[in-house]
């Protein structure tokens, strides 16, 4: 017994001296000092240490030593593992506190991306607190649907994903507008998004490759995302959901109705930076429309129109009446520190000194022109629907309205509208056959338009010849609302000296502020030559003419109250109303919603529900706005009591253009067909025999009296019909001729086209041309987006 006990004496008395070495070769390897050996942070020997350490003590304490160093460098690859799979499964485990977190995160990138610096987030924190805490609790919402559901990093990421797209594509908004991104902005076209995305440049390529990057990461996780356990009862952890979405919103509702939260927006910019981005944001999606009043009643509506009616008029001979909205137009002499080469608008300027004048407030700055056209076409005011909400994309696709074009129609006018870029854009070509107008001529119909320097707009000068088309296509009279596009934004271009009129010789802001003030007065300018071109037909026409011309909105250039020299705002463009039969001079602001009625009833012209009330009341008085109010909402959302209980407004089978495209000859020299006639463009195909011939089949636009097709064998029959139609790159037809019949005898025919009609075109016309085919961009992209959906 006694030889076991020493000798468990001697193997513990060993066990220990080998512990004691195996301390004193560790020291000594740390004292190395040609090799960083110790990790202070980790507490092991380094994989370069032990390399030497190795090298230098190879005996069995040193064995021991790599051995434990081993053990400690493999620990040290494991930890990132460890910590990863540890915060994995607290977002697995504990969805509550993950949801606040991430939703944490997530308010605070929202909000510094739109007020774009984390330190404007963190001024919102301090400032508003309690709003603060507002939208975290509407950002926090879909976090915590992963308090029911099995997959949570699925409810992660999508959550992430959606407010992160709100965030990214408010930012953007804002580098090239004013307001941001609101739930209209959801409704927009393709051609709309392509107008936004070309703002962008090469910013918009990221985005949409950003999108699709997100969407991919977004399916590879809902395919190998793991299963977690629901920590509760399936039925109670919905139930708590619910229960927290409903605590949400009547927390919501609550600092509504005690005036901590506002649901109307006289500033959108401003709303947001108070009151946040995803309460506002959401406010944009879900309050549309005009909210019916609480004293609307019929008996009120009855008293309001009766009231209208009590004025009888002398009929008298009305004028033709033409509005003209001037695109991002004005008065750049108010600029401050704004100095120019030559005056950027001297006729526009001579027309305000000699004729009714003033200045008009708009509904919305820099962006937005369709709600400044919808004031003027109709005389309501856009204060009443939700915030940032385009009626042109809501209520007007529904109903129709009664307008302007409507009213007139009344009186025997023909109504036209006119722009000149695509008749889809805003919807227009929908919403003004539900406002009542006759006509619209768009770029799909116009001919010899050329594009602005940008490449983005057509130029304002084509607009001359549809006035006057508009004006000489009836022998009664006519109201012609035109919109023009030139001076619109993208002002970041440098201009070729032909296209250069005005040099900038000094400008407000930053040193790139030069550029984007060149291009915007030229542009401006020519806006400017065709209001004289116009003004000089219109004087030289045989009837009476008003017209009243303003601008939209102020241009993009940043431009703020201060930054003019008179008392204006940014609000505030300047108006003019010439005529050639004497008017009396007057100058007095409005409203953009008045200026209609105004306009009318100087013409001699009291009609119409929403116009007469202008006429007719005190527009200082208390009940002017609240009474307007009543009749919008009659008018489109409520009983139509102001028309005995019905709309009695029809949908016109509206036509394009004022003037029809026609065929005048059709000749053949053996090689080439060639189609005389008028109203041709660059949306014009050929039809023969039902088969259509397009630019790259060898159309050819010459001008637009002529175009010119490269035959090919079995093109031709003995007996053809040949037609034309103007169809965009959607396949929407806007205009066709009759069909013509050619008899083909297979002999060089005849033709009144000279030579150099056909092979030696103009530069202005190869100009036209070859920038007008520009005008399908817009279109092709709509077309390749619309075969991927």
């Given at each position: 017994m006694k030889d076991k006990k020493d000798e468990l004496l001697d193997n513990e008395s060993k066990d220990k001296k080998e512990d004691v070495n195996l301390e004193e070769a560790t020291e000594k390897a740390f004292s190395i000092e040609s090799v960083d050996l110790y990790d202070e942070d980790e507490d092991f020997i380094s994989p370069e240490g032990f390399a030497a350490f190795e090298a230098k003590e190879p005996d069995d304490a040193m064995e021991r030593a790599k051995d434990k160093a081993k053990i400690k460098v493999n620990e040290n690859k494991n930890k990132f593992r460890r910590r990863t799979k540890y915060v994995y499964s607290a977002f697995m485990t504990k969805p509550f506190k993950s949801s606040l977190l991430l939703s944490f995160i997530m308010m605070m990138f929202i909000e510094g991306m739109s007020r774009r610096s984390l330190g404007g987030a963190v001024s919102f924190v301090c400032e508003h607190p309690i709003i603060f805490l507002l939208n975290w609790l509407m950002v926090l919402a879909p976090f915590l649907l992963s308090i029911a559901v099995k997959r949570k990093p699925i409810v992660y990421l999508l959550s992430i994903i959606l407010w992160g797209i709100l965030g990214i594509t408010d930012y953007y908004m804002l580098s090239f507008r004013t307001t941001p991104f609101t739930g209209v902005d959801l409704q927009l076209s393709m051609n709309e998004v392509s107008v936004a995305l070309g703002y962008l440049g090469s910013s918009g390529i990221r985005i949409i490759l950003s999108l699709i990057i997100i969407v991919l990461l977004f399916v590879i996780v809902c395919i190998f995302c793991p299963k977690s356990k629901v920590n509760m009862k399936r039925w109670k952890a919905c139930v708590c959901v619910l229960v927290s979405w409903v605590a949400i919103y009547f927390t919501i509702m609550g600092a509504i109705k005690t005036g901590v939260l506002s649901t109307k927006f006289g500033n959108l910019g401003i709303a947001y930076h108070d009151y946040g981005i995803a309460y506002c944001f959401t406010v944009t999606v879900v309050d549309t429309g005009i909210s019916k009043p609480d004293d609307y009643s019929e008996q009120k509506i009855y008293e309001l129109v009766t009231k209208e009616e009590k004025e009888a008029e002398k009929k008298k001979e009305t004028p033709n009446v033409i509005f003209i909205q001037l695109e991002s137009?004005?008065?750049?002499?108010?600029?401050?520190?704004?100095?120019?080469?030559?005056?950027?608008?001297?006729?526009?300027?001579?027309?305000?000194?000699?004729?009714?004048?003033?200045?008009?407030?708009?509904?919305?700055?820099?962006?937005?022109?369709?709600?400044?056209?919808?004031?003027?076409?109709?005389?309501?005011?856009?204060?009443?629907?939700?915030?940032?909400?385009?009626?042109?994309?809501?209520?007007?696709?529904?109903?129709?309205?009664?307008?302007?074009?409507?009213?007139?129609?009344?009186?025997?006018?023909?109504?036209?509208?006119?722009?000149?870029?695509?008749?889809?854009?805003?919807?227009?070509?929908?919403?003004?056959?539900?406002?009542?107008?006759?006509?619209?001529?768009?770029?799909?119909?116009?001919?010899?338009?050329?594009?602005?320097?940008?490449?983005?707009?057509?130029?304002?000068?084509?607009?001359?010849?549809?006035?006057?088309?508009?004006?000489?296509?009836?022998?009664?009279?006519?109201?012609?609302?035109?919109?023009?596009?030139?001076?619109?934004?993208?002002?970041?271009?440098?201009?070729?000296?032909?296209?250069?009129?005005?040099?900038?010789?000094?400008?407000?802001?930053?040193?790139?502020?030069?550029?984007?003030?060149?291009?915007?007065?030229?542009?401006?300018?020519?806006?400017?030559?065709?209001i004289k071109d116009l003004i000089k037909e219109l004087e030289e026409f045989d009837e009476d003419v008003m017209l009243v011309m303003y601008g939209d909105h102020i241009p993009g250039l940043g431009l703020s109250d201060e930054s003019f020299e008179t008392k204006r705002n940014i609000y505030q463009t300047e108006y003019v109303i010439w005529d050639n039969f004497g008017l009396k001079k007057k100058k007095k602001d409005y409203m953009a919603y008045e200026l209609t009625a105004e306009a009318l009833k100087r013409a001699g012209i009291k009609e119409g529900t929403i116009f007469k009330y202008h006429q007719q009341v005190d527009h200082e008085s208390e009940d002017y706005l609240k009474n307007l109010e009543q009749l919008q909402y009659d008018m489109l959302y409520g009983e139509h009591y102001a028309y005995n209980s019905g709309n009695p407004f029809e949908k016109t089978d509206i036509v394009y253009g004022a003037k029809d495209m026609k065929i005048e000859k059709v000749s053949s020299d053996g090689e080439y067909l060639y189609i005389e006639g008028g109203y041709f463009n660059t949306y014009s195909k050929v039809f023969i025999n039902g088969e259509v011939y397009e630019e790259e089949d060898g159309v050819e636009l010459i001008s637009s009296t002529l175009l010119k097709l490269k035959m090919e064998k079995g093109m031709l029959k003995k007996k053809n019909v040949v037609q034309i139609k103007n169809i965009n790159s959607l396949d929407v037809e806007f205009k066709k001729t009759k069909e013509f019949k050619y008899t083909y005898t297979g002999k060089v025919e005849q033709s009144d086209i000279d030579d150099r009609d056909v092979g030696n075109i103009s530069k202005d016309e190869a100009q036209t041309d070859k920038e007008a085919k520009e005008a399908n961009k817009d279109d092709k992209e709509d077309k390749k987006n619309k075969e991927k959906d």
């Open positions: 137009f004005i008065d750049v002499d108010e600029i401050k520190g704004l100095k120019l080469s030559e005056d950027a608008t001297p006729t526009y300027r001579k027309l305000r000194k000699n004729y009714s004048s003033g200045y008009l407030t708009m509904p919305t700055i820099v962006a937005g022109t369709c709600n400044t056209e919808f004031e003027m076409i109709t005389g309501m005011s856009i204060e009443f629907f939700g915030p940032g909400e385009y009626p042109y994309k809501t209520i007007l696709r529904e109903t129709t309205c009664e307008s302007a074009a409507f009213d007139l129609k009344k009186l025997g006018y023909r109504t036209h509208g006119i722009h000149n870029h695509t008749s889809g854009f805003y919807g227009r070509n929908e919403v003004y056959a539900n406002m009542g107008f006759d006509t619209f001529t768009g770029v799909e119909v116009m001919h010899d338009t050329i594009k602005t320097p940008n490449g983005k707009w057509t130029r304002d000068d084509v607009l001359t010849g549809c006035i006057m088309d508009c004006l000489e296509s009836s022998k009664g009279k006519d109201y012609i609302y035109t919109v023009t596009v030139q001076p619109h934004g993208m002002y970041n271009v440098d201009l070729l000296e032909e296209d250069k009129h005005i040099d900038v010789l000094k400008a407000p802001g930053e040193e790139d502020m030069l550029q984007q003030y060149t291009y915007y007065v030229n542009q401006i300018k020519e806006t400017d030559n065709f």
